[in-house]
């Protein structure tokens, strides 16, 4: 049997858990409202506007944004409707499938960019001192490698 978490290891968590939520929801909400794009469109492009020919396979974009495969072929079949990415054969070998960022998905990711930044300082950053930041950091540099690690489910 697991052990129960302590009384501070529990507010850790809870706090952790609905201010994590929170601060989600905000984020998408203000994406949505002031671009139209989902927190997933706009990490996607992300990561494709920062790889090479700002194309990645499939699987490795599915790995590295954490998404399932069937989830990260739903979300780019959505993007490819919209004109943000394209899908293509692998140059390399030709048996695989990447993303590619069009260039109206980096138009849209240049023009989102900075409204996105705005709230996320609004929201998080300015709102922590340079230890809290190192803090954060720390403890998510710690965990993240760990978390992304883990084989994803659904």
């Known amino acids: 049997m697991?052990?129960?978490?302590?009384?501070s290891q529990q507010q850790a968590w809870r706090a952790f858990v609905e201010s994590s939520w929170a601060l989600h929801t905000r984020l998408e909400e203000d994406l949505r409202?002031?671009?139209?794009l989902s927190m997933a469109d706009f990490h996607v492009m992300v990561a494709l506007s920062e790889a090479p020919g700002h194309?990645?396979?499939?699987?490795?974009?599915a790995s590295r944004l954490v998404f399932s495969p069937s989830r990260c072929t739903y979300q780019i079949t959505s993007m490819v409707k919209?004109?943000?990415v394209s899908r293509q054969s692998c140059s390399d070998d030709g048996r695989g499938q990447e993303a590619v960022l069009t260039d109206a998905?980096?138009?849209?990711l240049t023009a989102a960019a900075p409204l996105h930044l705005a709230t996320v300082r609004e929201t998080f950053i300015d709102d922590l001192d340079d230890a809290e930041i190192a803090a954060i950091t720390r403890v998510f540099g710690r965990l993240g490698p760990r978390l992304r690690s883990l084989p994803v489910t659904a």
């Not at 697991?2 to 009384?7: A, F, H, I, K, Y």
């Not at 409202?33 to 139209?36: F, I, N, S």
């Not at 998905?105 to 849209?108: D, L, Q």
Request: proline share 4%; no cysteine.
């Open 2 to 7: 697991t052990r129960p978490l302590s009384d």
């Open 33 to 36: 409202a002031t671009t139209g």
């Open 55 to 61: 194309r990645v396979r499939m699987g490795e974009l």
């Open 82 to 84: 919209r004109g943000l």
């Open 105 to 108: 998905g980096m138009a849209a």
